[in-house]
């Protein structure tokens, strides 16, 4: 039975909605699934002055676990096109890790969100990507075989790259049963994939 960990950062919620959907499809794919979240970097105060989202239920991660997991799926809001200073702090601290080989051959994959359509979904999901191959990790996207990514008569998330959500300008939107559909999809695909590798 597969290990797998959905691994996040999430600020207002979104991703972390995302996250439990991406267990729910690994879960459904015979894979035993932890959700865990990097630790938070912004001073207390100052996150609830912006109205972070800090009651989340996901216990924090710890480097030396990842090595743990056969399966490891990366989930992070985009900032101004790139991985959140959060996601990127944690994964820079695993250079013992890369050094030790300990991350190869692993199952990796990415899911993200931004504001807009055009937010930089896909370039957030290559810097997750990129540190995951970095790790010698085998890469799993969001084929077509999801075809809720190709509607057209509704706003959407999604790429081959990974599952993405549309959080709004004032983050109001929350996911889509279509997004979660999309995330729940690749973490089944990423489960099987492990299964296939692992088993």
Request: proline fraction near 3%; avoid cysteine; charged fraction near 15%.
């Amino acid at each position: 039975m597969p290990k797998v960990l959905v691994l996040y950062y999430s600020t207002y919620g979104h991703i972390e909605t995302m996250a439990q959907a991406v267990a729910e499809g690994a879960r459904s794919a015979g894979a035993t699934v932890d959700i865990k979240r990097v630790p938070e970097t912004v001073p207390e105060e100052a996150a609830k002055a912006a109205y972070f989202k800090l009651d989340q239920a996901a216990t924090v991660a710890t480097i030396d676990e990842l090595a743990n997991y056969d399966a490891i799926i990366v989930g992070a809001g985009t900032r101004f096109g790139r991985i959140s200073s959060q996601m990127a702090s944690f994964l820079d601290q695993a250079g013992g890790l890369w050094m030790k080989g300990a991350l190869n051959g692993k199952v990796g994959g990415a899911f993200t969100s931004t504001a807009t359509q055009h937010g930089g979904q896909e370039t957030t999901l290559f810097s997750i990507i990129t540190n995951l191959l970095h790790f010698g990790m085998v890469i799993v996207g969001l084929p077509y075989s999801f075809q809720g990514q190709m509607r057209a008569d509704e706003i959407t998330g999604g790429s081959p790259y990974g599952a993405t959500t549309i959080a709004g300008g004032d983050g109001s939107r929350q996911p889509t049963e279509n997004e979660l559909a999309g995330a729940r999809h690749q973490g089944e695909l990423i489960a099987k994939a492990t299964g296939k590798i692992f088993g």
